[in-house]
Nanobody, 125 residues
Framework: VQLQASGGGVMQAGGSLRLSCAAS????????MAWFRQAPGKGREFVAA????????SYADSVKGRFTIASDNAKNTISLQMNSLKPEDTGVYFC???????????????????WGQGTLVTVSS
């Protein structure tokens, strides 16, 4: 299983970025996928997750109302639309996937066995 994240970059505060994550690897298809981020010197933080079958989603309070997670089940990809970016959104963003049979969203990174390589988002003030 491979997860490939893309779309990071440098943006001024108030701007928008869109991240994408593509899953590949034979017939793998995870029901629950998520975005986490890690700022310099800090731990990995939950950002958003989606359960593709039900389209249920969950967001960290810090991004609620600004970020939107979506899935394209046919393409086995997820995206994260980030609007009204703030300097504190700066960090490496990782996409992650739970095991195939799991349908429940989790907010702990320990519940996600599959990880992408990360894409850097830098928001300047």
């Amino acid at each position: 299983v491979q997860l490939q994240a893309s779309g990071g970059g440098v943006m001024q505060a108030g701007g928008s970025l869109r991240l994408s994550c593509a899953a590949s690897g034979g017939t793998f298809s995870s029901n629950v996928m998520a975005w986490f981020r890690q700022a310099p010197g800090k731990g990995r933080e939950f950002v958003a997750a989606i359960s593709k079958g039900s389209a249920a989603s969950s967001y960290a309070d810090s991004v609620k109302g600004r970020f939107t997670i979506a899935s394209d089940n046919a393409k086995n990809t997820i995206s994260l639309q980030m609007n009204s970016l703030k300097p504190e959104d700066t960090g490496v963003y990782f996409c992650a996937a739970r095991s195939q049979r799991v349908t429940v969203i989790a907010r702990s990174h320990t519940q996600y066995p599959y990880w992408g390589q990360g894409t850097l988002v830098t928001v300047s003030s």
